[in-house]
């Protein structure tokens, strides 16, 4: 007998269920309601007889006419298809299964260029771990540089606000902290809806050192823009940071925004956030804002009735980085002293962090992991860099963090360029046909300059033991109250 088949309820009640079970994100309130699968596909249907089939359809139809005439079904067709923190709605399409490229770039080693996972596990050495769901990974030493493991480092994607790290790597020198600016409507236009924002209001002032707290803290994007303003407007700082990114030799970077709100053709890569958020940890600035978890904030300036102005009121900002702060279910990460998360419709989850464990220092990217939510990306972090503590000494490096331009200058001008610059070479060279070639030309300096390596590349960050977070101390101090 033929077989029919029809789509079932069952996609109608998903989607009633995920309406039900939206997540909010506070302050300031944002819905996001993906569908896993497109109704009425094959994994959302069932086999019937014609009879039993045509029955069914009857009762679909009564149930359906039921739901959408009533006021249960018309929110959730009216929720948008991608609400978010830091980037746009610009395209709710279902997004295909993304797939690295086949070849990437292969700064820092040829191995990092690869698609899939790069690891090289010495006898004893612990496994990778599980459950790490993310398109694009990194694991390195903060200071040494050597990679440890990676998976499509080089892929390139979108940022969200982790691109803030370069923002500030770029303008944070530029301005003096205890610079004061009153803030033009001007310098808040442009602005993406939805855009995290910290409070900054119109018409207020505000300290060069508050804006940055609301930048690293609550990845505002209003202060961003402000700082952007104080440093030219945004159209100038967006070419300094591009600069900045060639100096760094992050090649797979190009800012569109300041803020990193989705726009088209404004991507980055974890090995590239991993070599931004290695140069912002110089700045000891930079350390100590990444490193804070709670801060006050100016509220607005109030007149008193004899035109005398009131004391200006606080309130409380806390970072958005849950291994700092923690989270329901989370606890701090020990070690942990930033850097930077953010999270947009098309970048998904993003996170840059830094953590110290005894006297080694490891950065952590990861970008898009599949999983739904805020916390899987901090949670797939953790695990990496649990992993990485582990791993350090038992691990051969896959490749590693290069230095920025004016540092291999620098070192050329010293070294005569005899040792540091055939392995930069060497790394920086596309695999295949005359790239090989020329690095296996280079082959016997290479060697020797990588041996000199740890030696000229270590970049130490001697304040990352005092300005870390002990688990239990988060919301208890004060920015520029760090205990020892």
């Not at 006419?65 to 279902?94: C, E, I, Q, Y």
């Not at 990092?112 to 769901?133: D, E, F, I, M, N």
Request: net charge positive; aromatic share 4%; charged share 25%.
């Amino acid at each position: 007998m033929a077989v029919g088949r029809i789509p079932s309820l069952v996609g109608a009640t998903q989607l009633l269920d995920r309406y039900l079970s939206i997540h909010t994100v506070a302050p300031p309130l944002y819905v996001h309601w993906v569908p896993r699968r497109p109704l009425g596909s094959a994994a959302d249907s069932v086999t019937l007889r014609p009879a039993e089939a045509s029955r069914r359809r009857a009762r679909r139809a009564r149930v359906l006419a039921a739901l959408t005439s009533g006021s249960l079904l018309l929110p959730v067709l009216l929720l948008p298809g991608s609400a978010r923190a830091d980037g746009p709605g610009a395209d709710d399409k279902p997004e295909k299964q993304a797939r690295p490229p086949s070849t990437m770039s292969t700064v820092g080693g040829a191995r990092l260029g690869k698609p899939g996972t790069q690891v090289s596990l010495r006898t004893g050495a612990p496994a990778l771990p599980r459950g790490v769901t993310a398109r694009s990974w990194i694991v390195s030493d903060a200071e040494t540089g050597e990679v440890l493991a990676s998976h499509n480092a080089h892929w390139k994607l979108p940022p969200a606000s982790t691109l803030k790290m370069l923002f500030a790597d770029t303008v944070l020198p530029k301005l003096p902290k205890d610079q004061k600016h009153k803030v033009a409507p001007a310098d808040l236009a442009g602005m993406g809806t939805g855009s995290s924002l910290v409070g900054v209001k119109e018409h207020q002032t505000y300290a060069v050192d508050d804006l940055w707290r609301g930048v690293f803290l609550r990845s505002g994007n209003d202060a961003v823009h402000v700082l952007s303003a104080m440093n030219g407007g945004k159209e100038r700082t967006v070419r300094q940071m591009n600069a900045r990114a060639k100096e760094l030799r992050a090649l797979d970077t190009h800012a569109v925004s300041p803020d990193g709100y989705d726009r088209p053709g404004q991507v980055s890569s974890a090995y590239d956030l991993s070599l931004i958020a290695r140069s912002g940890m110089q700045n000891a600035e930079f350390r100590k804002y990444a490193a804070t978890a709670t801060a006050d904030f100016p509220g607005e300036e109030r007149e008193k009735k004899n035109g005398k102005k009131a004391k200006r009121e606080t309130f409380e900002i806390q970072s958005t980085n849950r291994l700092l702060t923690g989270a329901p279910g989370m606890d701090p990460y020990p070690g942990i002293a930033g850097v930077k998360n953010g999270t947009t419709s098309k970048a998904g989850s993003t996170f840059t962090g830094v953590a110290q464990r005894g006297e080694r220092v490891l950065l952590v990217t990861v970008m898009h992991p599949e999983k739904e939510g805020i916390l899987p990306v901090f949670r797939e972090t953790a695990r990496l860099f649990d992993w990485g503590f582990s791993a350090a000494e038992k691990v051969r490096p896959v490749g590693r963090l290069v230095a920025p331009v004016t540092e291999t200058k620098r070192r050329t001008e010293k070294d005569d360029g005899k040792e540091s610059t055939a392995a930069d070479q060497a790394a920086d060279k596309p695999s295949g046909g005359a790239g090989t070639a020329l690095g296996v030309t280079a082959g016997c300096l290479a060697l020797l300059g990588l041996l000199a390596y740890g030696v000229h590349r270590r970049w130490p960050l001697p304040e990352l033991t005092r300005l870390r977070k002990r688990p239990g101390e988060h919301g208890q101090h004060r920015q520029g109250q760090h205990r020892p």
